[in-house]
């Protein structure tokens, strides 16, 4: 019999909110207070999210942040940073301890990134996992979608998906973005580069390496339609059944604290 989980449609946030959110949903999972949860959310303004470990001063550039009115904001989670606009994102709580969890890293990416797996199924593309040959080639690049990791998602060799993964508590969080539409050109304004030349081929390699979700349809299908095929792509992938989650006021309460003291502030975002 399925087990069944949490779902959370949080809508679309502001980037401090979002990220408040998922450490929130890890917390009241580590206390025993909630079942597992699948999350998905929007990004309100738009954001940019920075690796936990990933320098802010000398790669991100700050102007271009400000023209395009991008909050940026710092994951709990490693890895590079990922610009949130067009997509869906997506988040799991799960115990570490939980009888399908698998204890390596890797191993969990791959049980959790089956609900992505079927969620292509369900909008009819044709994606795989990403399986690496040999040690993966890692760039000096500060922008994802530059390469993908294991069990990532690509479609026709080029990486549909990016997730990450942290563990605290005792608890697993995976959180992700699957891109319905990538402006290029918006996201190449967030970096900086020693010059136009470097930046341009940046650019251009990028098209060969990530493709959004509209890309491959050759049509528009909207975030409603995107949620949708996700949410069945969960369930059935990871052979559960998602309940309503509504948080209460004290809830509520304490999302929008963590996000205003924590979130919000210099000294989390640009730590390093």
């Not at 207070?33 to 309100?44: K, L």
């Amino acid at each position: 019999m399925s087990e069944t989980w949490y779902f959370l449609d949080s809508g679309h946030c502001t980037p401090a909110y979002n990220m408040a959110m998922d450490e929130a949903l890890l917390q009241w999972h580590s206390e025993g207070r909630i079942p597992p949860v699948i999350r998905f959310y929007g990004w309100e303004p738009a954001g940019l999210s920075v690796g936990y470990f990933q320098k802010v001063n000398g790669k991100i550039d700050l102007e271009g942040l400000r023209k395009y009115g991008i909050d940026l904001v710092r994951r709990q989670t490693g890895g590079r940073a990922v610009l949130h606009d067009q997509e869906l994102t997506y988040s799991v709580i799960v115990s570490e301890q939980h009888e399908r969890m698998p204890q390596s890293v890797k191993d969990a990416y791959q049980v959790i990134s089956r609900g992505l797996l079927e969620g292509f199924k369900e909008l009819r593309v044709d994606a795989a996992f990403a399986i690496p040959e040999g040690k993966l080639q890692t760039t000096d690049s500060a922008v994802c979608f530059e390469e993908p990791s294991w069990y990532e998602l690509v479609v026709e060799g080029k990486k549909a998906a990016g997730s990450a993964q942290t563990r605290q508590k005792g608890v697993i969080l995976q959180h992700g973005s699957i891109p319905i539409d990538v402006d290029t050109v918006k996201l190449f304004d967030l970096f900086l580069y020693p010059n136009d030349r470097v930046k341009e081929r940046a650019k251009r390699a990028f098209g060969d390496k990530a493709v959004a979700i509209n890309e491959v349809l050759n049509q528009s299908i909207s975030f409603e339609d995107v949620k949708q095929a996700f949410k069945t792509g969960f369930e059935r992938g990871l052979d559960i059944k998602l309940e309503p989650f509504i948080l209460s006021d004290q809830q509520l309460r304490e999302v929008e604290d963590l996000a205003k003291n924590k979130y919000q502030g210099k000294s989390w975002n640009y730590s390093r």
